[in-house]
């Protein structure tokens, strides 16, 4: 929504759809910048005029996303396999949130006209992305950023982090498949078509009783879709270390671990598992 914001202050009128069902920590956000989620995307993009914000991945977006016209990208992830019509405005940065680099896009006048129901979103995003400024993804720029978000939001910085991150850790009342869909994300990795859904935790003995039905719906997902591979990355954000689950035909000689240290999807997994992969292959 803000990137939204930004873009019609720029004179290209613009509207935010979301992709997915909005989990707790999102809802948790939206809530408290008393603003009501995007509709879901529910329209055909074919030859519509699109900017992508926090991905570039085709497989994580709509299945017509290559049919349209991508004008822009705003992201801190890896460039995935994007092919485009016409040459886009491209902004990426390997910053811990693209609500960073949303907020240093922005000039002078655009950050003082921010209403502070907006700078919640950023603020709440950039915390979550990078578990409160612990995530091994964050930068000068993220620590800086959230400072001067704070003070523009009016938000106790604090409790807000607090509550927002017992909203991520919020597992009661869910299925295994809802677990698993809560933030999954879909990747190419050495020719394979890989799920990974990463689920954070603040004590891995919170989700030991649903250990098994995660599995079972791991190998359900692996059935459903053709995935190669499907991958929970169970997270302990106090702790700081991840547990590797693994289910699908690509997954014969993989045995679940824990990597000390293993907060983040994209610096710390992904490399990790693509050379896994290709090792594999060679």
């Given at each position: 929504m803000v990137a939204a914001h930004w873009l019609t202050l720029r004179n290209h009128p613009a509207r935010a759809w979301r992709l997915g069902e909005?989990?707790?920590?999102?809802?948790?956000?939206f809530e408290q910048a008393g603003i009501p989620l995007p509709e879901r995307l529910n329209i055909p993009l074919k030859n519509e005029q699109v900017w992508l914000v926090d991905f570039t991945e085709p497989a994580q977006g709509p299945l017509d996303?290559?049919?349209?016209?991508?004008?822009?990208?705003?992201?801190?992830?890896?460039?995935?396999?994007?092919?485009?019509?016409?040459?886009?405005?491209?902004?990426?940065?390997?910053?811990g949130s693209?609500?960073?680099?949303?907020?240093?896009?922005?000039?002078?006048?655009a950050r003082?006209?921010?209403?502070?129901?907006?700078a919640i979103l950023l603020l709440g995003a950039l915390l979550s992305d990078t578990v409160n400024l612990h995530s091994p993804t964050s930068t000068e720029d993220d620590i800086r950023i959230a400072t001067e978000l704070s003070v523009v939001s009016g938000v106790n910085?604090?409790?807000?982090?607090?509550?927002?991150?017992?909203?991520?850790?919020?597992?009661?009342?869910?299925?295994a498949e809802q677990l698993l869909?809560?933030?999954?994300?879909?990747?190419?990795?050495?020719?394979?078509?890989?799920?990974?859904?990463?689920?954070?935790?603040?004590?891995?003995?919170?989700?030991?009783?649903?250990?098994d039905d995660l599995h079972a719906a791991m190998m359900d997902m692996a059935s459903q879709t053709g995935a190669g591979l499907v991958v929970l990355m169970l997270t302990d954000i106090t702790d700081c270390y991840s547990t590797?689950?693994?289910?699908?035909?690509?997954?014969?000689?993989?045995?679940?671990?824990?990597?000390?240290?293993?907060?983040?999807?994209?610096?710390?997994?992904?490399?990790?598992?693509?050379?896994?992969l290709n090792q594999s292959r060679s």
């Open positions: 909005a989990n707790r920590e999102t809802r948790f956000i996303l290559l049919q349209s016209q991508i004008l822009g990208i705003i992201d801190h992830h890896r460039l995935g396999g994007l092919t485009t019509q016409l040459p886009p405005e491209v902004w990426i940065k390997p910053v693209s609500a960073t680099l949303l907020w240093m896009l922005m000039d002078t006048d003082h006209s921010l209403p502070p129901t907006l910085r604090k409790s807000f982090a607090r509550e927002l991150l017992r909203a991520k850790t919020d597992i009661a009342d869910q299925s869909d809560k933030d999954l994300k879909a990747f190419v990795i050495a020719g394979i078509d890989v799920r990974i859904a990463q689920l954070e935790v603040s004590s891995q003995q919170q989700i030991a009783p649903l250990i590797l689950y693994f289910a699908g035909r690509e997954s014969r000689n993989m045995a679940s671990c824990s990597v000390p240290g293993m907060l983040s999807r994209k610096k710390q997994l992904l490399p990790w598992l693509e050379a896994h």
